[in-house]
């Protein structure tokens, strides 16, 4: 497997260099100087495979300490070294606003909260450009959206920690996406819009589309089924009544809820479909594909497994414009490069270690559970044991892989998980599509929107309904604590040595 | 003569089969309300149960939208200095519930199955 997969191992040594480097905090001067002293030796040993590979693995895992190190240093005008947070004196900022704005319902009115692109400061002690990328917390309606150049006076504050779970750090959670203050402006503070429309163009058109269509939504579908379906098509989880979201997390079928590679695969398979019906000669059709995806990573918040996702089935595409096979182990090597090159902290997030998991443990152990029980008999009745064999290997090799973090993170084991998804997953593939359905109706055709909307809701309900029977199963979740981590480490060492047998059997029945 | 390509009999078929089945699930879900109520399952699930101050764990306590890790903690505390609640306007007495927040989380909350 290694042999083929080159490009994943390299990956998986410029991951654990990120991780070293957050471990460790070895400074600048000792990371040049290991880069320098590995590469070199991979230089001198050129001519000896073996040696010279030990050499180029370990200089890539330095390089991934270096990258994730110079990441995160700050120019010098950074509003990190420009205040020391205090929370009885007022501050101004001047920014512009560099997210959707979330509101959210508090005792006494509203909290809305939305992410500020530093531009200017003004303290006590200093006054001038600033900047860096703050978290707002405001008790008054701001008057603005994404883009807007704001100013605002308020209180600067550090994240605090509420939990006492060590496993969650908000502060840790912020910092990591370069957050490191927060203004809490209240009731009575300045706030003053000065220009509009400041922000990414094209980020500024995704935001537009994100909120028609979740108008559209809104406009046709309960408070409930708005939030699942908001969710699903386009990634924004907020809505989601609390105790429906239990419901699927005790059942271990959450993740549909998180769009990644079952709604851009069915995204895809859409546009596929829709493409054919024009005359596009074939590589347009996947060249639109991919720009189309594109557009989908965009309007979705460009969440991990989505960008896993996208990458992914861009990859794949791409095979078949220049007729070469894809690789699914390479192509998933591919999308968490590409992560980590745009931000190193994303290997800390727990969305990317789930999401890259599941699919790896998916393509290393689904070809061999198949083969080995799923054979089938011919005619109509193997078919349908073929596929329904299938479902279950791809459900039990996704939950395997993630079984360990679930338990380690969220303190909850979910065997059912397996049997869950063989209702979930189909229901939610036909929701998907149904819910594109009524957002293109909303768009095109409204007087026809009301069949997609009662197709959507008994399927909804039929929906929640299994899982909430699913979820009356005896033993169909316990709770467990997991404090250290190495039982988790253990348990991931195992899987990993059973995944190399499996796989190296695999290989062996390949040459024979 | 008129033929569809593989790729258009399916958008036809699946648009045809939503217009029809939808059309027809409207009607009902419109119509009668034993299939409305019957339909509307998800809203029914999503509404959070009430809550016994006096027996719930606080992982069933943090269920209630607006009590979070610390009022539960609060809530458990309380419980545990005075035998537990003998009203839901007991929870005043919570620090960090005033009569205001009382009345937010007033309709989620009772005592034994009494709310």
């Known amino acids: 497997m290694l042999r083929h997969c080159p490009f994943f191992v390299l990956v998986v040594c410029f991951g654990l260099g990120i991780a070293g480097q957050d471990w460790l905090r070895w400074p600048i001067g000792v990371l040049i100087f290991v880069s320098l002293i590995l590469s070199l030796a991979a230089l001198v040993f050129f001519r000896r495979p073996e040696v010279a590979t030990v050499f180029l693995l370990m200089g890539f895992m330095a390089g991934g ?35 959707e704005l979330r509101k959210k319902e508090m005792f006494r009115g509203q909290k809305i909260s939305f992410e500020l692109d530093v531009r200017g400061l003004k303290t006590g002690d200093f006054e001038g450009p600033a900047a860096g990328r703050i978290l707002v917390y405001c008790y008054r309606d701001p008057g603005c959206v994404y883009g807007d150049e704001v100013t605002l006076s308020g209180r600067l504050v550090r994240p605090y920690d509420f939990s006492r779970n060590p496993k969650f750090s908000y502060r840790k959670y912020l910092r990591r996406r370069g957050i490191y203050f927060i203004l809490n402006v209240k009731k009575d503070s300045f706030v003053r819009v000065t220009a509009r429309h400041r922000g990414h163009p094209l980020r500024q058109g995704m935001v537009t589309l994100r909120q028609r269509l979740r108008d559209i939504l809104k406009d046709h579908l309960s408070p409930a089924e708005y939030g ?23 059942t271990g079928t959450a993740h549909v809820l998180a769009i990644s590679g079952l709604h851009v695969g069915i995204v895809a398979g859409l546009i596929v479909v829709l493409l054919r019906l024009l005359p596009v000669p074939v590589t347009g059709q996947y060249l639109l594909t991919m720009l189309f995806l594109a557009g989908y990573v965009g309007v979705t918040g460009a969440r991990p497994s989505v ?33 980590l090159l745009l931000n190193p902290n994303a290997l800390f997030d727990i969305g990317f270690q789930l999401s890259f998991l599941s699919v790896m443990t998916i393509i290393l152990f689904y070809p061999s559970i198949v083969r080995r029980f799923f054979h089938g008999a011919p005619g109509k009745g193997g078919k349908a044991a073929r596929l329904i064999g299938r479902s279950f290997a791809v459900s039990f090799s996704a939950w395997a892989g993630v079984a360990g973090l679930i338990a380690y993170y969220f303190d909850i084991v979910t065997p059912v998980t397996i049997l ?22 909303g768009v095109i055709a409204p007087p026809m929107a009301h069949t997609f909307v009662a197709c ?20 169909a979740c316990f709770f467990v604590r997991v404090e250290p981590f190495w039982p988790i480490l253990l348990y991931y060492l195992v ?8 796989s190296r059997r695999g290989t062996q029945k390949g040459e024979n | 003569m008129l033929s569809f390509t593989r790729q258009e009999r399916l958008v036809l078929l699946s648009l045809s089969l939503v217009l029809s089945l939808g059309s027809i699930a409207h009607y009902f879900i419109q119509r009668f309300s034993p299939v409305r109520r019957v339909v509307c399952f998800t809203e029914a699930v999503s ?22 890790e610390v009022l539960a903690r609060r809530i458990e505390d309380y419980r545990r200095e005075h035998g537990g609640f003998e009203a839901c306007a007991d929870l005043k007495k919570v620090t960090g519930i005033g009569p205001r927040n009382y009345e937010y989380l007033a309709p989620f909350v009772m005592i034994g199955q009494q709310p």
């Open chain 2, 47 to 68: 509404r959070p149960p009430r809550v016994d101050l006096n027996g719930a764990t606080p992982e069933q306590l943090r269920t209630v939208p607006g009590i979070g």
């Open chain 1, 495 to 502: 899987l990993s040595a059973f995944c190399l047998v499996v």
């Open chain 1, 456 to 475: 959507v809701r008994v399927l909804l309900s039929l929906l929640v309904f299994g899982i909430q029977a699913i979820r009356r199963i005896p033993g």
């Open chain 1, 420 to 441: 869950a998804n063989l209702l979930v997953v189909p229901l939610m593939t036909i929701l998907v599509v149904l819910g594109f359905g009524l957002l293109a109706a």
């Open chain 1, 307 to 339: 960008v896993r996702a996208a990458v992914m089935a861009g990859v794949f595409l791409s095979g078949f414009l220049v007729e070469r096979e894809t690789d699914g182990l390479n192509s998933l090597s591919w999308a968490a490069f590409l992560i």
């Open chain 1, 65 to 99: 300490a270096l990258y994730s190190f110079s990441y995160q240093k700050f120019p010098a005008h950074h509003i990190y070294y420009r205040v020391a947070p205090d929370r009885r004196s007022v501050v101004q900022v001047q920014g512009v606003v560099a997210s």
């Open chain 1, 228 to 250: 699942v379906m908001q969710a699903v098509l386009i990634g924004d989880r907020s809505a989601i009544p609390p105790a429906l979201h239990r419901i699927f997390v005790q």
